[in-house]
Nanobody, 124 residues
Framework: QVQLVESGGGLVQTGDSLRLSCTTSARTGRFYAAAWFRQAPGKERTFITAITWSSSSTTYVDSVKGRFTISRDNAKNTVYLQMNSLKPEDTAVYYC?????????????????WGQGTRVTVSS
C-alpha cells in the first residue's frame, strides 16, 4: 500500500518561512506528479501547486506564486514545499498528493494517494 507522510508544519509568525516535506513509500516512477493542497478551517481542500517527478514541470495558483516553491528529490522519494513570506491566510492543514494526473489538475478527486496532512498556523 502506498503511503505519503507529510512533516514540517508548525506555528509561525507573519513573514516567517517553513518547509514541508512529503515522503512516499513507493518509487516515484509509479506516479506522474505530486501536488500540495491545503484546507483552511471550514473550507474546502484546494490545490496549491504540483510538480512532475520526471521533468520538474510545475504549476502554482496565483495566491502562492513568488512565495512558495515546490521541488522534489527522486532519490529520497520526497516532495518539498518551501513557504516564504507566510501570511495568516496561509493557515491551513497542508496535504500532499500523488497520482497519474497532470500538474494542472486541481481537482482533489483526480489525485490517487494522499498524506494525513500537517498543520500550518501563521499568527499575525
Amino acid at each position: 500500500q502506498v503511503q505519503l507522510v507529510e512533516s514540517g508544519g508548525g506555528l509561525v509568525q507573519t513573514g516567517d518561512s517553513l518547509r514541508l516535506s512529503c515522503t512516499t513509500s513507493a518509487r516515484t516512477g509509479r506516479f506522474y506528479a505530486a501536488a500540495w493542497f491545503r484546507q483552511a478551517p471550514g473550507k474546502e481542500r484546494t490545490f496549491i501547486t504540483a510538480i512532475t517527478w520526471s521533468s520538474s514541470s510545475t504549476t502554482y495558483v496565483d495566491s502562492v506564486k513568488g512565495r512558495f516553491t515546490i521541488s522534489r528529490d527522486n532519490a529520497k522519494n520526497t516532495v518539498y514545499l518551501q513557504m516564504n513570506s507566510l501570511k495568516p491566510e496561509d493557515t491551513a492543514v497542508y496535504y500532499c498528493a500523488a497520482g497519474l494526473t497532470s500538474t494542472g489538475d486541481m481537482w482533489p478527486r483526480s489525485w490517487d494517494y494522499w498524506g494525513q496532512g500537517t498543520r500550518v498556523t501563521v499568527s499575525s
